[in-house]
């Protein structure tokens, strides 16, 4: 079996699953937890493009995630933007900012992206937390990013109208289909000419530039690629929980996507979303140990790089490579 | 010329700090090319042992000092042997160990927080009183930090510049095989530095608790800072990192009071930015010849 017709199938197995979820299991928390979960995955699965694909230690992916949110946010609540218009414009816009951020970035060695990233990530979070100027009236004083308290009452997808008492099932399938899309954009993105140009440099640097692959290039591109479908999982976060506050740069939140990839095995293409299926289970199935998620978090992460640096999706290659060298020494 | 005063006068007091937090950083990764991003837990670890010890176990403060630093300093040599060790024998190191770090720091950080609470507590280790220069008035305990921070360079300098120790250091840094090849012992260079630098961290976690106050998450602030010090001055550059370290303090005394606090970081960023673009490996560093 080639390895596009396994994607595919796998894919199509775990899309069905999905999509029967509400029907059998109807139950609202479920559904809405399973939501949540689709966000988280479709970041992790941008993320991975950009951390394992393209090989950049970007720390900036909830930046770019809350820019997506930010820019829906106040396109619905300055401009009355509709979502349904508004989230694809955040993304758009998501790309823009993520354009800039690779141009400043880029250039420069792994740590210094990764330090930089994380140090424009920790600006913009100070400068949304300590405005506390006025920049409208309308409904009580409010900054223009919100400040503290974050944007609420800029409109939704009218679901909630539509299906009154059913719209988190609603939402539930808008979630999967952003996720199967976002999915799919990434396996083509893998399997296509940006994947083989980083696998070309990744293999064979110096064969790769000679014949003008140019690094740079290719990194800003596949940066910039991957912030549209984050920026648009933000605009569906701010759209799903009707508020977006600087609680989405918090540093927890970026340690449990971080763990997501690692557990799942980062630079594969269905190690992400495992990932973030378990953590996303082990956090549910811990609650009464809330206090010690933290550590439990930082545990896995560090056991994790160290015994298992390909992560799950490494054992499942390991387990899929002993198998084939049975069945060569059994003919 | 007050103002003047004053902006000099806490900008000494900050940079100095953030040259204390830097080196520990520069020297790890100058040596290993490790990234040590529990280094900001390491300050808070050796800001809370400071505290404890003082509060609960009666230490005299300079004792606690010595407490605080050689618990980091094992917290050092920790890292070294669970995480460090294991990673270098593998594939990516780099990107490996900076991950690992990140899951070790929160770790720290949450462990302090369950154990000391999430609320501010003050630093009992200070000293109170001011100077008056003009019409300023500078507390004591920035001059004690600035002291301290300045013996603490000093000594440091002295241990990387005149003894069998620090030279190997620095052949480490320089080039690892050569430097295995002459008969240093890498891997206990290795365990040096971090302890060494867990060390440091402990001390620059104190003062700079001591002019704000103790809280699990005090960590994070100093070490980005440290962070971008380092990498203005190119990093792994130690003697760099102490001249960034300074000019960036003054530079956020003088931010703070032009544009105000919120705008003080922001504004160094977009500094380092524009350096980067300038200079991609730092002011001091040196560009490296990659071969293929």
Known sequence: ?331 | MDVLIQIIASGLTLGAMYAVATIGLSLVYGSLNMLNMAHGALLTLGGYICYATITHLGFHPALALIAAALVCAAAGLVIYAFATLPLLRAENFETNIFIATIGIGSIIENLMLKSFGPYPIPQPLGISGQVVIGNVHIPVQNILILVTALTLMAAVAFLLQKTRTGRAIRATSMNREAAQLMGVRVGQVYAQVLALSGALAAVSGIMISSIATLTPVMGGDPMLKAFIVCVVAGLGNVYGAVIAAIVLGLLEAATQYVFGVRWSFATLLLLVILVLIWRPYGLFGRGQVVRL
Not at chain 1, 202 to 212: I, T
Not at chain 1, 310 to 322: I, T, V, Y
Request: proline share 4%.
């Open chain 1, 1 to 331: 079996m080639t390895g596009i017709r396994r994607d595919i199938l796998i894919g199509l197995a775990c899309l069905l699953v999905a999509v029967l979820v509400p029907i059998l299991l109807g139950g609202r928390y479920i559904v809405t937890q399973a939501t949540v979960f689709f966000i988280w995955a479709i970041v992790v699965v941008q993320w991975n493009l950009v951390l394992g694909i393209g090989g950049i230690f970007s720390l900036a992916q909830m930046a770019l995630f809350a820019t997506g949110a930010y820019a829906t946010a106040m396109l619905g609540f300055y401009l009355k933007v509709p979502m349904l218009i508004a989230i694809p414009l955040g993304g758009l816009v998501t790309v823009a900012a993520s354009m800039i951020i690779g141009l400043a970035c880029l250039r420069l060695r792994g740590p210094y992206v990764a330090l930089l990233t994380l140090a424009i990530a920790q600006v913009m979070f100070v400068l949304i937390v300590n405005d506390t100027a006025c920049f409208t009236n309308s409904s009580g004083c409010m900054p223009l990013f919100g400040g503290v308290r974050g944007i609420g009452q800029f409109g939704d997808l009218g679901l909630r109208a539509l299906f009154p008492t059913k719209w988190y099932v609603a939402h539930y399938y808008v979630a999967l289909s952003l996720l199967a899309i976002a999915v799919v954009f990434s396996i083509t993105v893998i399997r296509g000419p940006l994947g083989l140009a980083f696998k070309a440099l990744r293999d064979s640097p110096g064969y790769a530039l000679s014949r003008g692959i140019s690094r740079f290039k290719y990194q800003l591109w596949i940066f910039a690629v991957s912030a549209f479908f984050t920026g648009i999982a933000g605009g569906f976060y701010a759209v799903h929980f009707r508020v977006i506050g600087p609680t989405v740069f918090s540093f927890p939140l970026l340690l449990f996507l971080i763990a997501m990839i690692v557990v799942g095995g980062m630079g594969s293409i269905w190690g992400p979303i495992i990932g973030a299926a378990l953590l996303m289970l082990a956090d549910e199935g811990m609650k009464e140990f809330s206090d010690y998620r933290n550590i439990g978090l930082g545990l896995l992460v560090t056991l994790f790089v160290i015994l298992w640096p390909r992560g799950l999706a490494g054992w499942f290659e390991r387990l899929s490579l002993l198998r084939i060298s049975d069945s060569q020494k059994n003919t």
